[in-house]
């Protein structure tokens, strides 16, 4: 039996990318997509190669991106335009095959198994065609599996193809830091250096009972992804299922003391969630928690809302409640996650109050409103009171929405 054909496709510095394509006279300048542009606090979202070879890093401050690369333009995200285009990516996937799975906005998997042509040349072919009818370019990864191909599209940008094969994957992947492989996340990652796992060379000799026993079902999957096991389907175009959660988190300038200043963080931190919710027309049942506090321990907690929302104010307000119902506060908090948990349509069928006009209907209309003052006049047109005085915020960074299997 022949081996799939899996590609990875992931658009170069995206943000940045499509900002240079709706304003040409960007293109060959050092590039930075920030959130609270006229802040010297917001954060880089996304940054053009210039930028990134200046030393310019997604998550920095917009200030300290300036202090090292001066000529750099800082523009705004405009979150819907990047919809479009990511829309107009699988447009062009989509005449290659079937099987087109997202993974967030720039990013998808390919099952091109069965094809005339090598993946390599369709993976040139998709190179070419994305610029030359978008006008960004994309880094493309092809193997034998899922996993394999993602590492392949990371491995050489911008606009490359890389290959790896059951020939040459040890001596690609294995050289690389478990990080880099999908789904070792921060705790993991950790975990395993503790054990002298650096690599994911490494992490594929480690006997298989041992990773199993430490690490549960998790450590079986990152086991066999290293040495090449995956066996995950790529899913139909259209097919990839809902997005379970849409959630923000940052670590804090400063540790934060007592509830009142993590008040403030969950209020900038769900203004964002809020906005995101909207723009999908997805509301939550519930809300998530999560804390790291000053010696790096986690805690998470979750509980669900009296009624779906998509409203700022409710989902801060049902998080502060957790906080102090479940945080001990035996730790300083260095960084604070707050999530939208169990999404459902906005079309959803559901029992409404009997003041839902005076309470979550008329701050979801106020909210909407809020959104479009934003939009026109930028992200620190107007914020709530409890933003505008001294806080331990370093900026909000971008929040996240995930897909099934995208944490």
């Given amino acids: 039996m022949n081996d799939r054909v899996i590609l990875h496709s992931d658009a170069n510095a995206f943000y940045a990318s499509v900002e240079c394509v709706l304003q040409?006279?960007?293109?060959?300048?050092?590039?930075?997509?920030?959130?609270?542009?006229?802040?010297?606090h917001g954060i880089v979202l996304a940054k053009s190669e210039l930028a990134k070879r200046a030393g310019v890093k997604t998550g920095m401050t917009n200030w300290l991106a300036k202090k090292l690369c001066p000529d750099l333009v800082i523009v705004p995200p405009h979150h819907e335009i990047y919809a479009e285009f990511s829309a107009r990516l699988k447009e062009i996937y989509a005449r290659f095959t079937d099987r087109v799975e997202p993974y967030g906005l720039d990013e998808c998997w390919l099952d091109v198994t069965g094809c005339m042509k090598s993946g390599r040349e369709i993976a040139d072919e998709i190179r070419a065609a994305v610029k030359a009818e978008i006008g960004i370019t994309v880094s493309v990864g092809v193997s034998f599996n899922k996993v394999f191909a993602k590492l392949g599209s990371d491995m050489k940008k911008p606009d490359a193809v890389t290959e790896v094969t059951r020939e040459n994957y040890k001596e690609l992947a294995w050289r690389l830091p478990c990080s880099d492989l999908l789904y070792c996340g921060r705790a993991t990652t950790e975990k395993l250096k503790g054990l002298g796992v650096v690599t994911i060379g490494e992490l594929a000799a480690y006997p298989y009972a041992a990773i199993s026993h430490l690490f549960g079902k998790n450590g079986e999957m990152l086991w066999k992804y290293a040495n090449g096991l995956d066996d995950s389907p790529v899913a139909l175009l259209g097919e990839e299922g809902p997005v379970?959660?849409?959630?923000?988190?940052?670590?804090?300038?400063?540790?934060?003391?007592?509830a009142e200043e993590a008040k403030v963080v969950l209020i900038a931190l769900t203004q964002d969630i809020g906005q995101k919710l909207r723009f999908l027309g997805l509301q939550a049942r519930g809300v998530q928690v999560t804390v790291r506090d000053s010696a790096l321990g986690f805690q998470s907690w979750q509980q669900l809302l009296d009624e779906p929302t998509q409203c700022a104010s409710t989902l801060s307000k049902a998080a502060l409640r957790l906080l102090e119902k479940r945080y001990r506060w035996e730790k300083k908090i260095r960084a604070l996650t707050v999530s939208a948990i169990h999404l459902e349509s906005v079309q959803s069928p559901t029992q409404l109050s009997l003041f839902e006009e005076g309470g979550d209907g008329k701050q979801r209309k106020m909210e909407r409103a809020l959104d479009r003052i934003r939009g026109k006049f930028?992200?620190?047109?107007?914020?709530?009171?409890?933003?505008?005085?001294?806080?331990?915020?370093?900026?909000?960074?971008?929040?996240?929405?995930?897909?099934?299997?995208?944490m």
């Fill in 24 to 40: 040409p006279e960007l293109k060959g300048r050092a590039v930075a997509v920030c959130g609270a542009v006229e802040s010297r």
């Fill in 244 to 258: 379970k959660s849409v959630g923000h988190g940052i670590t804090c300038v400063a540790d934060l003391d007592n």
């Fill in 378 to 406: 930028g992200a620190d047109a107007i914020k709530p009171a409890a933003l505008l005085g001294e806080n331990k915020l370093p900026a909000h960074s971008e929040p996240h929405a995930s897909p099934p299997g995208k």
